[in-house]
């Protein structure tokens, strides 16, 4: 019996996060364009966005994966002054730093500043990002503090041997919810001095 019950829960793990999986990969992804690509990272260019943000004094990325999330769900869930659910997007902006961190929603691609309704939440600012080069370096598995410093120093040896200038602050792209198992995806970035020319 014990074995049957066992193999009936591994069997909706399974099949849990099949469909996970599946429902990631028909999220909405925000758009950009592949500049250069070399082995181990690529340059691609951002075109603005509208986006849901939260400022954080949260030094850890645990500490603003968890309550960063919750305000920016509040958000997308009916937390607003429509009462209006708005689609989730992919991927999740991070920038964790020691002074001022922020977590950021890209909003689906028919939504701006003018038509979004307001946040009763007033730590969620709706803003529009600046369009910009940057490199990227994808890694799978869960992030955590250590993963994400070891692919930043990864990066800033690689933009260093193709002498690419960087500026800014790395930042966090998470593709997955944190339920999910398997099929993880994660990037940092972070900004060029790109000569378009």
């Known amino acids: 019996m014990t074995i049957v019950i066992i193999g ?39 075109p603005v966005v509208t ?30 002054s429509s009462n209006q659910k708005i689609a989730m997007t992919a991927p999740v902006h991070m920038d964790i730093n020691d002074s001022a961190s922020s977590m950021s929603f890209v909003m689906p691609a028919q939504f701006h500043k003018d038509n979004l309704p307001v946040p009763n939440d007033e730590g969620v600012k709706i803003e529009n990002s600046t369009a910009e080069y940057v490199a990227a370096i994808r890694f799978g598995g869960f992030a955590n503090n ?20 960087h500026y800014g602050n790395f ?15 994660n990037e940092i970035i972070v900004t060029l001095h790109w000569d378009t020319k």
Request: no cysteine.
């Open 8 to 46: 009936i829960s591994v069997g909706l793990l399974i099949a849990f996060q099949i469909y996970t999986t599946m429902s990631t990969e028909q999220t909405a992804a925000q758009a950009y364009k592949v500049i250069r690509t070399e082995k181990e990272f690529e340059v691609r260019y951002y």
């Open 51 to 80: 986006m849901a943000t939260i400022s954080s004094s949260a030094k850890t990325y645990k500490e603003l994966s968890s309550s960063g999330f919750r305000k920016l769900a509040g958000y997308i869930f009916g937390g607003n």
């Open 146 to 165: 250590e993963r994400i410093k070891k692919y930043e120093e990864t990066l800033i040896a690689l933009l260093k041997k193709y002498n690419l200038k």
């Open 171 to 185: 930042r966090f792209l998470g593709y997955n919810p944190p339920y999910q198992l398997f099929g993880r995806k």
